[in-house]
Nanobody, 125 residues
Framework: QLQLVESGGGLVQPGGSLRLSCAAS????????IGWFRQAPGKEREGVSC????????YYAVSVRGRFTIGRDNADKMGYLQMNTLKPEDTAVYYC??????????????????WGQGTRVTVSS
């Protein structure tokens, strides 16, 4: 069964940066949508960013626009989430999710059928 594994989480001071990566145990297709989601303590899971490799479309939640960047820089990895100017409110467990196949654009919806176990990001001084 295909597995996703996130890495790169940790403790960082406000204003700092982290880069999360998402690796997959297999690539059924080079066309896929990858999404990054997060869940803070006591809150519902929310979408952070997503990207379609079919058309390169990217989308960011308003709360992270201008600070986070989604991309793919390694053919062996699904993608990454570069997080800059981190704030305490970014503290959460971050999950990568994916759905394989041709897709134009991306959204935070129920299409994702593969999920990682999550990596914890803590922003604190």
């Amino acid at each position: 069964q295909l597995q996703l594994v996130e890495s790169g989480g940790g403790l960082v001071q406000p204003g700092g940066s982290l880069r999360l990566s998402c690796a997959a145990s297999a690539f059924p297709s080079n066309d896929y949508v990858i999404g990054w989601f997060r869940q803070a303590p006591g809150k519902e899971r929310e979408g952070v960013s997503c990207m379609s490799t079919t058309d390169g479309a990217k989308y960011y939640a308003v709360s992270v626009r201008g600070r986070f960047t989604i991309g793919r820089d390694n053919a062996d990895k699904m993608g990454y989430l570069q997080m800059n100017t981190l704030k305490p409110e970014d503290t959460a467990v971050y999950y990568c999710a994916a759905v394989f196949g041709t897709a134009y654009g991306c959204r935070f919806d129920g299409r994702y059928d593969h999920w990682g176990q999550g990596t914890r990001v803590t922003v604190s001084s």
